[in-house]
């Protein structure tokens, strides 16, 4: 796709008419149309305006490509690596909300959770501690 062409799409895609961009790059309606036809290419300091004006890189305005550089699409690979913290993430929450909602509408029912979860540590508590080391 050449400059002329992604000039027109991007001001399609706006909805803009030639001249409500040129006001709002403070140039000439008829610049833009000998932009968009291919008969003259915009100086440095225009291209510049387009680029931050449609938020796309000088790169995708110069050069032949056919669509905007976007961000890199998450490989399988990464999206597999990322699974096991997202559900464990989403876990958490869940168990955070039910605790919430535990104490909430049964909150001797929470305090008995809570005290029966409680480790103390006595003598034969640090020989179990030890065994489950090793």
Known sequence: MTLSE???????????????LA????ISRQAISKWESGQ???ETEKL???????????DYLLKDEAAPASAPAVSEAERARLLPGLILCIGGCIALILWGLLALFAPSASQRLSQSS???????G???LLAVAA
Do not use: T
């Open 6 to 20: 992604k000039l027109y799409m991007l001001r399609k895609q706006s909805g803009l008419s030639q001249e409500q």
């Open 23 to 26: 006001e709002q790059l403070n």
């Open 40 to 42: 003259a290419v915009p």
């Open 48 to 58: 510049l305006l387009l680029s931050n004006y449609f938020n796309v890189s000088l």
């Open 118 to 124: 409680v480790i103390q540590i006595d003598g034969s």
């Open 126 to 128: 640090i020989f179990l």
